[in-house]
T-cell receptor
């Protein structure tokens, strides 16, 4: 079974600063994907960024980058130049291919608040 | 841009009643999922569906739950006899391929189910 751990229930960051949201995972499968989703107060789940277990380079999408450290089983999300609109809950998730499985397993989330 | 839609956005029902939550996945997608999120908690996988049958389900998805693709566009989740603990946000998701780990799952906006 896969497990995702997000140890920061809440984080504060000042506008325009960078912030790192932690995520560690536990899986024995050699082939997996790591995902980050944003959930604003309105409730929808917005895909942000993906990292494959065999990808050599860290994924980047605009202001989002994923600090992937495979040996440490960590996949931290870095948001650069924070904006007020980044205030939301952020979920890390993993997906493996064992036996054709395709479900996402989510962590408990980190509530990010961006302040002026 | 194509998106997953869900109806209704909010459903209130009495304990013991049957509810059907509806989803229209993205049209060329082949794999469909239901997740739920109890208020303030993480997103949990319920079931995945491919080729008109369930491909995987969690321990939450017991005999009270069923899924169906009644036509070429809708994907439904039925709860036969609702309990108070079924109160949650229910997300539908779809994806174009199962074997490609990097394919994100596209989430709908959710249906908030309140059981009284």
């Amino acid at each position: 079974a896969q497990k995702i751990t997000q140890t920061q229930p809440g984080m504060f960051v000042q506008e325009k600063e960078a912030v790192t949201l932690d995520c560690t995972y536990d899986t024995s499968d050699p082939s997996y994907g790591l995902f980050w989703y944003k959930q604003p107060s309105s409730g929808e789940m917005i895909f942000l960024i993906y990292q494959g277990s065999y990808d050599q380079q860290n994924a980047t999408e605009g202001r989002y980058s994923l600090n992937f450290q495979k040996a440490r089983k960590s996949a931290n999300l870095v948001i650069s130049a924070s904006q007020l609109g980044d205030s939301a809950m952020y979920f890390c998730a993993t997906r493996v291919l064992t036996g054709g499985g395709n479900k996402l397993t989510f962590g408990t989330g980190t509530q990010l608040k961006v302040e002026l | 841009e194509p998106e997953v839609t869900q109806t209704p956005s909010h459903q209130v029902t009495q304990m013991g009643q049957e509810v059907i939550l509806r989803c229209v996945p993205i049209s060329n997608h082949l794999y469909f999922y239901w997740y739920r999120q109890i208020l303030g908690q993480k997103v949990e996988f319920l079931v995945s569906f491919y080729n008109n049958e369930i491909s995987e389900k969690s321990e939450i998805f017991d005999d009270q739950f069923s899924v169906e693709r009644p036509d070429g566009s809708n994907f439904t989740l039925k709860i036969r006899s609702t309990k108070l603990e079924d109160s949650a946000m229910y997300f539908c998701a779809s994806s174009p391929a199962m074997q490609e780990a990097w394919y994100e799952q596209y989430f709908g906006p959710g249906t908030r189910l309140t059981v009284t």
